[in-house]
């Protein structure tokens, strides 16, 4: 299983971002995925997931403002990231979580909102 992030910034309060996270090794289209996100001192926290049909779910801190998607024809996953702000500063990870006993993770990539 490999999942690479991209899309990493830095950008000011109220702009926007899109990550990506390339998907390889296991059945994407069947599976569940998850963003995650952990700022500086923080527990890593989920911010979205998508079913394998495309229900989603939110933390409410980024209700409204993030939207989460998937492209099963290409294997990847998406965060776009609107009106961000400053505590949405973190590093952001794309998971595959509980397969087949394992958890996997993305490398990370750092998004940065200065006010």
């Known amino acids: 299983v490999q999942l690479v992030e991209s899309g990493r910034g830095l950008v000011q309060a109220g702009g926007s971002l899109r990550l990506s996270c390339a998907a390889s090794?296991?059945?994407?289209?069947?599976?569940?995925m998850d963003w995650y996100r952990q700022a500086p001192e923080k527990q890593r926290e989920l911010v979205a997931s998508?079913?394998?049909?495309?229900?989603?779910n939110y933390a409410d801190s980024v209700k409204a403002r993030f939207t989460i998607s998937r492209d099963n024809a290409k294997k990847t996953l998406h965060l776009q990231m609107n009106s961000l702000k400053p505590e949405d500063t973190a590093v952001y990870y794309c998971?595959?979580?509980?397969?087949?006993?394992?958890?996997?993770w993305g490398q990370g990539t750092q998004v940065t909102v200065s006010s």
């Open positions: 998971a595959l979580r509980r397969w087949r006993g394992r958890d996997y």
């Open positions: 090794g296991f059945n994407f289209g069947i599976n569940s």
């Open positions: 998508i079913t394998s049909v495309g229900s989603t």
